[in-house]
């Protein structure tokens, strides 16, 4: 089945600065979605990008389905920005696959 | 975007009894709902996928008779923990996807399930 890397496993940011996650995944898909999930567990979709750029606020994604990547750039962190930021595929005919997340701790 | 609800928040019973999940889309028609199960410090693992008016796929690995899944209508789906023991611990998500929303899947606020 598709494999589904996200990097870096676990980000220590500054309140105010910017960062960059990424999301490989190994095969072809037809959907991608970005996720956050807060402390309290609830998952919020930030984007959903199989191509293309998107912006939202502070915070905008990139999907090169070609080259099988996805980037989620956050500007001017935020506390509130905790938590951890998941990526999820599918591919076709099958169901969405999550990789393993990347873990975002910003200090005040 | 669209907007699904779980219910209960968190759950906590003993062992050895059944526990029940519902999983509510509010303002769209859920062609198919999924369920999943996230360990602490985990990503999100696919226990099954529930279509309207059929019986639901499960994922390698995931006892149907342990987790039985009804779809009844296009608004809700429930996920029944049977006979429960403390390594059924855990939280546990639902999605769903409805036809306006092309692929995009919503998420409820998941539920988190402790046996004693």
């Known amino acids: 089945g598709i494999q589904v890397e996200q990097s870096p496993p676990d980000l220590i940011l500054q309140e105010g600065a910017n960062s960059t996650l990424r999301c490989n995944f190994s095969?072809?898909?037809?959907?991608l979605q970005w996720f956050h999930q807060n402390p309290w567990g609830q998952l919020i979709n930030l984007f959903y990008i199989p191509s293309g750029t998107k912006q939202n606020g502070r915070l905008s994604a990139t999907t090169v389905a070609t080259e099988r990547y996805s980037l989620l750039y956050i500007s001017s962190s935020q506390t509130t920005d905790s938590g951890v930021y998941f990526c999820a595929v599918e591919y076709y005919g099958q169901n969405f696959v999550f990789g393993p997340g990347t873990r975002l701790s910003v200090l005040p | 975007g669209a907007v699904v609800s779980q219910h209960p928040s968190w759950v906590i019973c003993k062992s050895g009894t059944s526990v029940k999940i519902e999983c509510r889309s509010l303002?769209?028609?859920?062609?198919?709902m999924f369920w999943y199960r996230q360990f602490p410090k985990q990503s999100l693992m696919l226990m099954a996928t529930s279509n309207e008016g059929s019986k639901a796929t499960y994922e390698q690995g995931v006892e149907k008779d342990k987790f039985l899944i009804n779809h009844a209508s296009l608004t809700l789906s429930t996920l029944t923990v049977t006979s429960a023991h403390p390594e059924d611990s855990s939280f546990y998500i639902c999605s769903a996807r409805g036809l306006l929303w092309s692929g995009e899947l919503f998420f409820g606020e998941g539920s988190r399930l402790t046996v004693l």
């Open positions: 095969d072809s898909v037809n959907n």
């Open positions: 303002d769209f028609q859920a062609t198919t």
